[in-house]
Structure formats: C-alpha cells, structure tokens
C-alpha cells in the first residue's frame, strides 16, 4: 500500500531544487528543502506521541512550518486540523474537546492561555515561533529528517475542517486522501495549471480555499508560490508582475479595484484570477474587466465537498454563476424529497462525487441525514441550472452568512446576544456588503435593562471577529409568521442598503 497524497504532492519533490514558496521576510524555499522541512517536522510529532490515525490541532499563524506541519502529517498518517487563528478560547475549547487531538500547536503568544485547557483535556501542547527551546521551529531545526512514509488508502482520513452547523454546534468535516487529491487533479486539468505557473497566494491556510486549493493545486504541479502573511493590495500589485495566477476572495478584487495601481498593462503577464468562497457581485465582474481586460472566474465550493463547480477557462465565464460541475462531480437541483427539478427550476443544490466528504466527525446521525439514498449530498444552498448548464446560486436554506469569504452562522450570534441581560431576543442576517460580500446585522428587541456595552463586550470574548455583527438595530418587535417564526427575509429586506446605496442612487 501507498501513500497517494502525500507521494502525489510531496514526495516526488525530494530533490527538485526549484523555488516551491518566494518569502517575503526569509529565505526561499525550494521543494526539496520544503520535503526536509516536514520530514523534520514528522519526527517532532512523532516524538510527542503522534500516531496514524491522531489529530494534531493547530492555531498558529501562516508560515511554512506550518503548511510543511500539514504535510509532515501525511507523511504519518495523522490527521491535520486546522483552526482560524481568529477563533476565541472559548471556541477552541470546543474543538479540542470535540477533536480530542494528540497534540496542539499554537502560536508562542498563546501558550499560557492554552496551556491549563490542554493539561485539563490531556493535549499535548506545542507552541510554533524560534524564540526558545520546545519550539516546533527550534526542534525542527535540531531534528533528523524521518524518511518513512505511512502506508495510507485513498479512504482514509487527511483532515478535518471544522463547519458551523445550522443550531450554533460547529461540525468536523472528515476529508478523505480520496478527497483532496481527486480535486486537485480536477482543479489542475480545468485551470489548465503547469510547473510554470506562479501564484500569489495571499489566503490562509486555516480554510479549504488557501489551504487544499491554491496549496494542494501547487504542490501537484510543481509551480512556485508567492507565499504572502495575507492580503495586502499593495503587496499583491507588487507581485502581480512576477505571477500568473491569483486566488481570492471577492474582497481581494474589490480592494485591488480601489488602487489606482490595477491597470490593464500591470497584470497582462496574469493568465487567471479565480475568485471564490463567497459571491462576487456582478458590478465587481464587470468593473474588473473594464480595469484590466481580464475577466474573474467564479467558482463554488464548501469545506464539505472542497471545490464542486467552476466557470470555464475557455470560453463565458458568466457573472452571477459558478459555471459547471469539475469533471467527476455531478450536480443537481432538487426539491425537499430529493427528486431532480428541470432547468430554471430553483431547488436544492445536491453534489455526488469523489471530492465529498466522508461526514461528520462523531455525528453519525447528522451525517446520515445530509445524504440522500443515492449518495447525494444536500449542501443547504439554493440554486437553479440554466438551459446552459450554468449553476446560480441563489440563496441558503439555513440562512448561513459568508462574510470575507468565511462562514458565520446566525444561531451562534444570537444565542450569545440573547444570553446579555436586557435583550428579551434578537435575530441575526447577512446583507450585501461592497467589500466583504455579506456584512452582519444583529436585529434586537430589548427592555429598560438594555446596555449596549453588555452586547459588544460579550461578543468581544465569544465570539471570532469576523462574526461580530458591524450593525445593530434595535425594533419593537421582530416581524413573524403565523406559526411563530422569524422572518428573516423582512430583516434582509429591511436593511439591504445598511451598507450599500440603492442603484438608483448611485452617479
């Protein structure tokens, strides 16, 4: 037995002496010295009790010790989970109780806040920075590079990415060798990407996009990375000369459409710009391409089934749709039974391929209940196929927000508003925003007792801050249904231009 992901993506390259990732504040590294780097990092896990099979949590800033740790964790058969950097001690406790890993690397500055929740749960615990001994990056240097690769079936775990579900309760989404590399084989061959190719890649490495998309599609073709902290529109202008594609955001493009930099001649050595992990607004699309000549590919994905459809390379790649499933992958839409709606028709958007998931960690029942019969995965989107074959998305049945193209949940914002004393409840929306695609509104009935500060303050130690709502409204009451629910398209109606002006009012 093999290893396919990792003998596809990182051990073919012991040797290649090529630029793998350009840094902008140390050296560059080659493949062959980013191979040595996660061999190292292999035998530090393995001296802290790491095993195939094991989960090795990590919260820590973007560098390449830690995307060599998520390879090092291939080459052993653990399981590499990932966690935004943004997320508060109170959601890591979550996590790691939820994820039991064997060990937890953060950053240095974290190490005393997580130090007694690790000892409590068990974990071991290991911070990243060079700043003294009992370091991932200091005992990675005085480590022997371990040469032995796990034996790995394409069924087997390679992460687990934490989703938000729908009640507030975040789910691990178990990602299969099968998985990751099949679409990044898809991904590869649609995009048309080769060893020549340079991208920037200004995304983090918590997230499928940053991490499995841009990280996985460069390591299968030997292209060299522009490895940026993150993003930075001034420091992606500088690299656009030096590129060939660029990955992003719709808050990457929005923010490069504000430099006067952005012109036709700076990125004519650009080949692709993909966006992605939320919407791109149309007016984006076509302002872009008036700047540039260049027109953005919008794609869909979701941490659960990686990236599902893609606008073409070759040919329209049509504003307002995420083009068409990746070779392998089938779609549909369907009604609440699951049977298949014709064209034009709006349904539920449901994928079947070798990019989806295996399910939910430790959540069997919740598993079995997001597949249908024939394998189908339900994602929650709302969307219709054109007669051109073009999928749209155009809504979510669990009205979850994608805000900067991260995942926000309504039910966990509210629970922790509603639980501030002086609100007698509150109802959380996404409205369009220019720059992060979906901004947070937080709608909320309250009494006398009511301070402000009590929400901002709770939300501030809760909550990550990108799901800190950046409005509040406060209403006599929240407008419902005859059975009693909230009806959260009044809300969206009601405060769709908190951050946009009406069309007819723009010059």
Same mark, same amino acid.
């Given at each position: 037995?093999?290893?396919?992901?990792?003998?596809?993506?990182?051990?073919?390259?012991?040797?290649?002496?090529?630029?793998?990732?350009? $840094?902008?504040?140390?050296?560059?590294?080659?493949?062959? !010295?980013?191979?040595? +780097?996660? @061999? /190292?990092?292999?035998?530090? *896990? =393995?001296?802290?009790?790491?095993?195939?099979?094991?989960?090795?949590?990590?919260?820590?800033?973007?560098?390449?010790?830690?995307?060599?740790?998520?390879?090092?964790?291939?080459?052993?058969?653990?399981?590499?989970?990932?966690?935004?950097?943004?997320?508060?001690?109170?959601?890591?406790?979550?996590?790691?109780?939820?994820?039991?890993?064997? $060990?937890?690397?953060?950053?240095?500055?974290?190490?005393? !806040?997580?130090?007694? +929740?690790? @000892? /409590?749960?068990?974990?071991? *615990? =290991?911070?990243?920075?060079?700043?003294?001994?009992?370091?991932?990056?200091?005992?990675?240097?005085?480590?022997?590079?371990?040469?032995?690769?796990?034996?790995?079936?394409?069924?087997?775990?390679?992460?687990?990415?934490?989703?938000?579900?729908?009640?507030?309760?975040?789910?691990?989404?178990?990602?299969?060798?099968?998985?990751?590399?099949?679409?990044?084989?898809?991904?590869?061959?649609?995009?048309?990407?080769?060893?020549?190719?340079?991208?920037?890649?200004?995304?983090?490495?918590?997230?499928?996009?940053?991490?499995?998309?841009?990280?996985?599609?460069?390591?299968?073709?030997?292209?060299?990375?522009?490895?940026?902290?993150?993003?930075?529109?001034?420091?992606?202008?500088?690299?656009?000369?030096?590129?060939?594609?660029?990955?992003?955001?719709?808050?990457?493009?929005?923010?490069?459409?504000?430099?006067?930099?952005?012109?036709?001649?700076?990125?004519?050595?650009?080949?692709?710009?993909?966006?992605?992990?939320?919407?791109?607004?149309?007016?984006?699309?076509?302002?872009?391409?008036?700047?540039?000549?260049?027109?953005?590919?919008?794609?869909?994905?979701?941490?659960?089934?990686?990236?599902?459809?893609?606008?073409?390379?070759?040919?329209?790649?049509?504003?307002?749709?995420?083009?068409?499933?990746?070779?392998?992958?089938?779609?549909?839409?369907?009604?609440?039974?699951?049977?298949?709606?014709?064209?034009?028709?709006?349904?539920?958007?449901?994928?079947?391929?070798?990019?989806?998931?295996?399910?939910?960690?430790?959540?069997?029942?919740?598993?079995?209940?997001?597949?249908?019969?024939?394998?189908?995965?339900?994602?929650?989107?709302?969307?219709?196929?054109?007669?051109?074959?073009?999928?749209?998305?155009?809504?979510?049945?669990?009205?979850?927000?994608?805000?900067?193209?991260?995942?926000?949940?309504?039910?966990?914002?509210?629970?922790?508003?509603?639980?501030?004393?002086?609100?007698?409840?509150?109802?959380?929306?996404?409205?369009?925003?220019?720059?992060?695609?979906?901004?947070?509104?937080?709608?909320?009935?309250?009494?006398?007792?009511?301070?402000?500060?009590?929400?901002?303050?709770?939300?501030?130690?809760?909550?990550?801050?990108?799901?800190?709502?950046?409005?509040?409204?406060?209403?006599?009451?929240?407008?419902?249904?005859?059975?009693?629910?909230?009806?959260?398209?009044?809300?969206?109606?009601?405060?769709?231009?908190?951050?946009?002006?009406?069309?007819?009012?723009?010059?």
């Amino acid at each position: 037995m093999t290893n396919p992901l990792y003998d596809a993506l990182i051990g073919r390259h012991r040797g290649n002496t090529k630029t793998f990732l350009e $840094l902008a504040d140390s050296e560059d590294l080659s493949f062959d !010295a980013f191979v040595d +780097l996660a @061999a /190292r990092i292999a035998t530090v *896990l =393995l001296d802290h009790g790491v095993n195939p099979g094991d989960r090795v949590a990590v919260q820590a800033p973007k560098t390449p010790e830690v995307l060599a740790t998520y390879a090092a964790c291939l080459q052993i058969g653990a399981i590499f989970l990932p966690l935004n950097t943004a997320y508060t001690a109170a959601e890591v406790e979550y996590f790691l109780t939820d994820a039991t890993p064997r $060990l937890f690397i953060v950053a240095t500055t974290a190490e005393v !806040a997580c130090k007694p +929740l690790c @000892a /409590r749960l068990g974990i071991g *615990l =290991l911070t990243l920075g060079a700043t003294r001994d009992g370091t991932l990056v200091t005992a990675s240097t005085r480590a022997a590079p371990h040469r032995e690769v796990v034996p790995r079936d394409p069924e087997d775990l390679a992460a687990i990415l934490y989703t938000s579900g729908t009640t507030g309760r975040s789910k691990g989404a178990m990602l299969t060798q099968r998985n990751l590399l099949s679409n990044a084989e898809a991904l590869v061959e649609i995009w048309r990407f080769t060893t020549d190719d340079v991208l920037i890649h200004a995304l983090p490495i918590f997230h499928t996009h940053g991490l499995f998309v841009a990280s996985n599609v460069m390591l299968l073709v030997g292209g060299t990375m522009l490895f940026q902290a993150g993003f930075n529109a001034d420091a992606v202008l500088d690299a656009i000369p030096r590129a060939s594609v660029l990955m992003g955001v719709p808050t990457f493009y929005t923010r490069l459409l504000g430099s006067e930099r952005l012109t036709r001649s700076h990125v004519e050595h650009m080949r692709l710009f993909i966006s992605g992990s939320a919407p791109l607004l149309a007016e984006t699309h076509v302002e872009f391409e008036a700047r540039t000549g260049q027109r953005i590919l919008e794609r869909y994905g979701m941490t659960e089934t990686s990236m599902t459809t893609s606008n073409p390379y070759d040919g329209e790649r049509r504003a307002g749709t995420v083009g068409f499933p990746l070779p392998g992958v089938t779609v549909r839409v369907a009604d609440k039974d699951g049977v298949q709606l014709p064209p034009g028709e709006t349904g539920g958007l449901e994928v079947k391929g070798p990019n989806v998931f295996k399910g939910y960690w430790k959540m069997p029942e919740k598993t079995a209940s997001e597949f249908r019969s024939d394998g189908h995965f339900i994602t929650g989107d709302m969307a219709r196929i054109d007669e051109g074959g073009y999928v749209q998305i155009v809504g979510r049945y669990n009205d979850m927000i994608i805000s900067g193209g991260l995942n926000v949940y309504p039910k966990e914002i509210e629970t922790e508003i509603d639980a501030v004393p002086g609100v007698l409840e509150s109802a959380v929306v996404g409205v369009p925003h220019p720059d992060f695609g979906e901004a947070i509104v937080a709608v909320m009935v309250v009494d006398s007792g009511f301070d402000m500060a009590g929400v901002e303050s709770r939300l501030e130690t809760r909550l990550a801050r990108f799901k800190r709502p950046r409005h509040y409204a406060i209403v006599p009451e929240l407008p419902r249904n005859a059975m009693g629910k909230v009806q959260k398209a009044e809300l969206r109606e009601a405060h769709k231009h908190q951050f946009t002006r009406p069309r007819d009012a723009r010059t």
